[in-house]
C-alpha cells in the first residue's frame, strides 16, 4: 500500500478572496460535481440520519454543500477558518475556528466532511477522532482515494476544466494524502467495539466513509 504524504496545499496560504483562490473554488465545484460528492451526502444522510439531529459540516468552504443539505431540511451548522459566505442563513450558526482545536462538538449528532480530512497527519486525525468518538453518533466522510493512477488521470483532466494552477497542484497533493479502504475509520481511532462503518471507492476517485455509533440510536423525526 502507498503510504500517505501529507503537504501543505496551496489553498491554505491565500486569503479568502484572493483570485486564485476564488478560482480554486470555481474548480473545485467541478470537481464535486464529477465525483458526485454532494448527491452522495444528501442520499447518505437521507438513510442514515433522523429529521431534527443537528449536523455539523467541517471544511465548510463556499457552504456550498452545507446550503444544498439545509434546503433539503437538514439543520446543518458550518465551520471553516474562512468567514462565513455573505449569504449564510441567520438561523445557523458558523464557526469560523480551526477543526483541530473547535470545542463545541457536544452540540452535534452527525458530521460532515468533504475533502477535509486528507489534510490532517496521523496524529491530528487521532486527536480529532477524540473529539468524535466522545460527542458523535454519525460521521459522514467523502474523500480522495489515494492511488497513483488518479494523480496521473486528474493531471490529464485538469487542464480540460480549466484548472488554475492552486487546483492543480493541490489535487496531486490531496490524492497522495488520500486513503484507502477504511484507513480514515482506524486513523481517527474509532473502536470496533462502539462504531461500525462501511468505506467505499468509486470509479471517480473517491474514498467515502459512514461510521456510526452502537450505543446511540437515531433520534424520533
Do not use: K
Amino acid at each position: 500500500m502507498t503510504p500517505r504524504i501529507v503537504h501543505a496545499e496551496l489553498l491554505d496560504s491565500l486569503p479568502h478572496d484572493h483570485p486564485d483562490a476564488r478560482r480554486n473554488r470555481r474548480d473545485l465545484r467541478v470537481i464535486n460535481a464529477l465525483m458526485g460528492n454532494h448527491r452522495w451526502f444528501s442520499r447518505t444522510l437521507a438513510e442514515y440520519a433522523a429529521p431534527g439531529e443537528a449536523v455539523l459540516e467541517v471544511g465548510s468552504g463556499t457552504g456550498e454543500l452545507a446550503f444544498r443539505l439545509r434546503r433539503r431540511g437538514w439543520r446543518v451548522d458550518g465551520l471553516d477558518t474562512w468567514p462565513a459566505p455573505a449569504c449564510w442563513p441567520s438561523a445557523a450558526h458558523w464557526h469560523r475556528t480551526d477543526l483541530r482545536t473547535f470545542g463545541g462538538f457536544g452540540a452535534y449528532d452527525i458530521i460532515c466532511g468533504n475533502l477535509i480530512f486528507h489534510q490532517f497527519t496521523t496524529a491530528e486525525l487521532a486527536a480529532i477522532g477524540e473529539e468524535f468518538q466522545a460527542h458523535a453518533r454519525l460521521v459522514l466522510a467523502c474523500e480522495p482515494e489515494r492511488r497513483q493512477i488518479l494523480q496521473r488521470i486528474y493531471r490529464l483532466i485538469a487542464p480540460l476544466f480549466g484548472a488554475n494552477h492552486v487546483s492543480r497542484h493541490d489535487g496531486r497533493v490531496s490524492i497522495a494524502a488520500g486513503f484507502q479502504r477504511d484507513e480514515l475509520p482506524s486513523l481517527l481511532g474509532l473502536e470496533p467495539s462502539r462504531w461500525s462503518w462501511h468505506c467505499t471507492t468509486t470509479p471517480f476517485g473517491a474514498n467515502r466513509t459512514i461510521a456510526w455509533r452502537h450505543d446511540r440510536a437515531r433520534i424520533s423525526a
